[in-house]
Each structure stands twice: as structure tokens, then as C-alpha cells.
């Protein structure tokens, strides 16, 4: 009888002395996934900024863009014409075998 307490008392020994190895073994590798997640999103980010990064420093990117901003090229003179579409009402108008 009392070899079976000494060989529980073992057994309970043993687990308890690998128990938090094993806790932190579990929670190492759980953490680890995590951060390879995190590092994988961290990549798929970086490599969607360097692709917009490409694409925006092209010359003609570049040049639509500051031509939307109202920029012009030396020696070029910037006209703002309004009324294009009143313009152009007219002109179908007068255009028409009806308009007459």
C-alpha cells in the first residue's frame, strides 16, 4: 500500500515539475503564431505600398496629377473656360434641322 502512495506522490511530482515547462512551451508557440501572422500582414502591406509607391512616382503619374492641381509647364499659359456645357447646348440646338 504504501508503494501505490509513493508512486502516485512520484507521479504527481513529475507532473507538476513539467507542467509549467509545458505552459510555457504551449504559450511560446502560441504567441509565435500570432506574431508570424502579424509579420505576414506587415508584408502583404508593405508590398502593396511599394507597389502604389511605383506607380505614383511615374513622370506621366506625376504629370496628370499636378495638371489636375491646376500646374502648368513653363512657357504654358493656363485658360479656365467655364460654360462648356451651355456651350455646347447650343450648339446641338443650332445644329438640329429642328432648332431652327
Excluded: C
Excluded at 496628370?64 to 440646338?93: D, S, T
Amino acid at each position: 500500500m504504501l508503494r501505490r502512495w509513493v508512486a502516485v506522490g512520484v507521479l504527481v511530482l513529475v507532473a507538476l515539475l513539467y507542467y509549467r515547462p509545458l505552459k510555457a512551451y504551449v504559450d511560446a508557440r502560441h504567441e509565435q503564431s500570432q506574431r508570424a501572422a502579424a509579420v505576414q500582414k506587415l508584408r502583404d502591406e508593405k508590398a502593396k505600398l511599394e507597389r502604389q509607391l511605383g506607380s505614383s512616382t511615374s513622370l506621366a503619374t506625376l504629370a496628370r496629377e499636378a495638371r489636375a492641381l491646376g500646374y502648368v509647364r513653363p512657357g504654358e499659359h493656363l485658360f479656365i473656360v467655364k460654360g462648356i456645357n451651355q456651350w455646347r447646348q447650343r450648339e446641338r440646338r443650332s445644329l438640329s434641322p429642328h432648332g431652327h
